[in-house]
C-alpha cells in the first residue's frame, strides 16, 4: 500500500468508528450511504471518490 492509500485506510476506520458510535437516526441512515459508496469506491482503488464519500459521511453525521 502506498501512504496515500494507508491514509484512506485510515480515515475509513475512523468514520466507521465514528458511525458505530452514532445514535440511530436519519443522520446515521444518509452517513451510511455514503460510507458504503466509500467502501465501493476504495475496492475500485479509487482514493479521490473513497475521500469525498467519507467527507460526506463525515459531514452527514455533523
Known amino acids: 500500500m502506498t501512504p496515500k492509500q494507508t491514509k ?3 480515515k475509513m ?3 466507521k ?3 458505530d458510535k452514532a445514535p440511530a437516526g436519519p ?3 444518509a452517513a451510511l450511504k455514503h460510507y458504503q459508496a466509500a467502501e465501493k469506491a476504495h475496492a475500485a482503488k ?3 471518490e473513497t475521500n469525498k464519500e467519507l467527507d460526506a459521511a ?3 453525521l455533523a
Open 13 to 15: 476506520k475512523s468514520v
Open 46 to 48: 479509487n482514493d479521490a
Open 8 to 10: 484512506t485506510a485510515d
Open 58 to 60: 463525515t459531514h452527514a
Open 17 to 19: 468508528a465514528t458511525w
Open 27 to 29: 443522520k446515521k441512515d
